[in-house]
């Protein structure tokens, strides 16, 4: 027999006081009475929830609601934003982008840093900035035995933390409080550690280090294509699902999963590894320490450039940042960096090359049914710098060809978060956990 418990003062206070808390982050400033109301707690409670979280520095008073008269009653009540800062950071062979923000998650600043000297690579340079931006430029090595434009990671991290830390200290926060760092390769769901990162270079785990060596500063490591997931869970195309699937088609190829409205990470953090998927006919198995056989094969950038040049579509200068190019800022690169696969998929939509699209089409729906006849996600979400270049026609076609090969009925959207995916799932992980330990509960 189950015994019911009551919650205790103290409990009650929390749950209250968090309830109020999520509705003030997700509604903007409210009067007491929009609290009573919304929350359907009494005027005493939501009064002594109010003067405590006023004394928590967690809520302040935001002017008066235009709707009522002056007055006691009409006193708006908000979040006080840089209660606490966050940044999120995206981690690419070729540099950083990263972002900070306030605990709305608010943006306040960004930059870029490019791991390669302007123009020694594809897809590298300078990087861009918006808001309390910062740019910095290339970062190669002069060392003794290095090769042309190979790049100094000691210096590339360094520049990097000066660049996250100047950026803050434009936004007005003194410290960071949370920082999420999306990186390619799998992250140890137990220790929050990068367990296998391919090819990634040195710098990567020595960047993690430096972040972690900021005392007072939480640093949560994440997957790249789970951020990208997350962000299209709550502001893109997959809002108001409980279950999905996104495909992230960039440079390579990989999946994020979200089931009965949890991200789904699997036993070793490698839920979503499709690039691994063996596809008969493909160039062979793929191998465990890269995969240049199987789905990657068929849908990574390169892949899609050589499809492009058989169907005849120009893949060469002026139509990106080279075959495979990858940019600076990665998932956060504006337009004009658009490497090579993905602006010859752009340009096969708006000119109408209907034959190279149904070809992609199909390729991309091997990978997708695979997922769909296991997993039965009823909804796949096409995302990455390809995914975003093919937009809702590409996705059309994904969801027709999806249809001969899965019996289960799955819907095919394009993604809507953008180029910047991986940045702002980012920002929303940061701005969970500053919340949780600031707001308390779940």
């Known amino acids: 027999m189950t015994t019911a418990r009551t919650a205790t003062p103290s409990t009650a206070r929390a749950i209250n006081d968090r309830l109020a808390l999520d509705l003030l982050l997700e509604r903007g400033p409210l009067t007491a009475s929009d609290l009573r109301t919304l929350t359907g707690l009494s005027r005493p ?3 002594d929830l109010l003067e ?36 999120g950071i995206d981690i690419r062979a070729t540099g950083v982008s990263l972002v900070v923000a306030d605990l709305t998650g608010r943006t306040l600043g960004t930059a870029t840093i490019a791991a390669f000297a302007p123009g020694a690579g594809a897809g590298a340079g300078a990087g861009t900035g ?13 060392k003794a035995g290095a090769g042309a434009g190979a790049v100094d990671g000691d210096l590339l991290v360094e520049r990097t933390v000066e660049t996250l830390l100047a950026t803050a200290a434009e936004a007005g926060a003194k410290e960071l409080h949370t920082v999420a760092v999306g990186a390619p390769g799998l ?12 090819k990634l270079p040195e710098w990567h785990a020595k960047l993690l280090a430096a972040l972690r060596s900021r005392p007072g500063t939480e640093v949560i490591l994440e997957n790249e294509v789970n951020l990208a997931g997350i962000a299209e869970h709550r ?29 789904r990470r699997g036993a070793s953090g490698g839920t979503g590894e499709i690039g691994f998927l063996p596809v008969p006919g493909t160039v062979g198995l793929p191998d465990s320490k890269k995969c240049d056989g199987g789905f990657h094969s068929m849908v990574s950038s390169a892949a899609i450039c050589e499809l492009a040049a058989r169907h005849g579509l120009a893949t060469g200068p002026g139509m990106g ?23 010859v998929v752009r340009r096969a939509v708006e000119t109408g090359a209907d034959d190279f699209l149904d070809e992609l089409a199909q390729r991309i729906a091997v990978g997708a049914s695979a997922i769909c006849v296991v997993l039965d996600p009823g909804c796949v979400v096409l995302g990455g710098e390809i995914g975003q ?44 956990a500053a919340r949780r330990e600031l707001f308390g509960g779940d």
């Open 45 to 47: 409670t939501v009064a």
């Open 187 to 198: 992250v140890d769901p137990v220790t929050g550690m990068l367990n296998n990162s391919g």
């Open 52 to 87: 405590r979280l006023q004394r928590s520095g967690l809520v302040a008073h935001a002017g008066e609601s235009a709707a009522l008269r002056r007055g006691p009653n009409a006193r708006l009540y908000g979040l006080v934003a840089d209660r606490a800062h966050l940044a």
């Open 235 to 263: 502001i893109g195309a997959a809002q108001g699902r409980r279950d999905f699937a996104l495909i992230w088609l960039g440079h390579g190829v990989g999946a994020s999963v979200v089931l009965d409205g949890r991200l």
């Open 321 to 343: 940042g080279g075959v495979g190019g990858a940019t600076a800022g990665g998932a956060g690169a504006a337009e004009e960096q658009e490497p090579a696969a993905a602006a």
């Open 389 to 432: 270049a093919g937009g809702p026609e590409l996705a059309d076609r994904v969801e027709r060809h999806l249809s001969r090969i899965s019996p289960l009925a799955t819907e095919v959207r394009a993604g809507t978060a953008g180029g910047g995916a991986v940045l702002a799932g980012a920002v929303l992980t940061a701005g969970d």
């Open 130 to 142: 918006t808001g309390a931006g910062v740019e910095a430029g290339g970062v190669t090595s002069a």
